[in-house]
Nanobody
Framework: DVQLQASGGGLVQAGGSLRLSCAASGFTFDNYNIAWFRQAPGKEREGVICISSSDGNVYYKDSVKGRFTFSSNNAKNTVYLQMNNLRPEDTAVYYC????????????????????????????WGKGTQVTVSS
């Protein structure tokens, strides 16, 4: 049974930091693109960061570049999203998701690039964790 469980959300003041975790069970991250998405009230879900399974390259939504970073602990089958210098507009429910390589993309990097530019079709989704940034 495949599961993704995100945790680590909370309330933080603008300029603060949070680290989200996403633990996987039932599969290993190695062969999947892993992405973090967020959805703010009244807005569509958007991809903010994606790591390509084939080469480890990380793709960022422009608004989070320089502030959000991705890391992983393969031994724990867990990935992390470190969020620094948080802004009120980062307030959202954050989700982790996994996606196997799709043949209609030239490579998993292109697949990740699509995610951070609006793609939302992923094989597996975790339940979200709320991040609230106060001004």
């Amino acid at each position: 049974d495949v599961q993704l469980q995100a945790s680590g959300g909370g309330l933080v003041q603008a300029g603060g930091s949070l680290r989200l975790s996403c633990a996987a069970s039932g599969f290993t991250f190695d062969n999947y693109n892993i992405a973090w998405f967020r959805q703010a009230p009244g807005k569509e879900r958007e991809g903010v960061i994606c790591i390509s399974s084939s080469d480890g390259n990380v793709y960022y939504k422009d608004s989070v570049k320089g502030r959000f970073t991705f890391s992983s602990n393969n031994a724990k089958n867990t990935v992390y999203l470190q969020m620094n210098n948080l802004r009120p507009e980062d307030t959202a429910v954050y989700y982790c998701a996994a996606d196997s390589a799709k043949p209609w993309f030239a490579n998993t990097g292109r697949q990740c690039a699509f995610v951070v530019k609006g793609g939302t079709n992923m094989d597996y989704w975790g339940k979200g964790t709320q991040v609230t940034v106060s001004s």
